[in-house]
């Protein structure tokens, strides 16, 4: 059996994992039940679209269900101290400043499994994560995007 990636997560990421956890096990897996029942009084159940679909989603939330408890079995949970301030590390919230425009742009770098770009929270697996893990403030980062290569000033590190 092939060894397994260590999944690290903050304890942010670990909350918004068992709140999804819970969400998924209480709501939607009734609401599934539910047109599953409802769909029923459709037809022959071989012929029956709306039950298909019902059975569909209800795989896939059982699935979710199983992929979220094993993430949370294994993973293991940055506490305050493991997060670093005086380098960029796993956890660590971080603030730059674009050398072309000026723009600034603050982040927490998570691992991948709680990874959300839209949400500022960027992975240290993702081209700008590994750039910039180990960096300290005042570093000058060359990162290559689609776009190009940006050059970023880190300004502050913080938990």
């Known amino acids: 059996m092939a060894q397994e990636a260590e999944i690290i997560l903050t304890p942010r990421g670990h909350d918004k994992i068992e709140r999804r956890l819970e969400y998924l ?53 940055l506490t305050e101290e493991d997060i670093p301030t005086d380098y960029v590390g796993l956890g660590s919230i971080v603030k730059m400043t674009n050398m072309d425009t000026g723009d600034t742009w603050e982040f927490t770098l998570v691992g991948s499994v709680e990874a959300d770009p839209d949400n500022d929270l960027i ?23 689609p776009n190009g290569i940006v050059r970023y000033r880190i300004d502050s590190i913080r938990k």
């Open 25 to 77: 096990k209480n709501v939607q897996r009734r609401e599934v039940a539910e047109r599953i029942r409802d769909s029923k009084q459709f037809g022959d159940l071989t012929e029956n679209a709306e039950y298909e679909d019902a059975k569909t989603e209800q795989a896939l939330v059982e699935s979710q269900i199983s992929e979220l408890r094993r993430v949370l079995q294994i993973a293991h949970v």
């Open 123 to 145: 992975s240290d697996e993702s081209p700008i994560g590994e750039a910039l893990v180990g960096r300290k403030v005042g570093d000058v980062v060359s990162i290559n995007v």
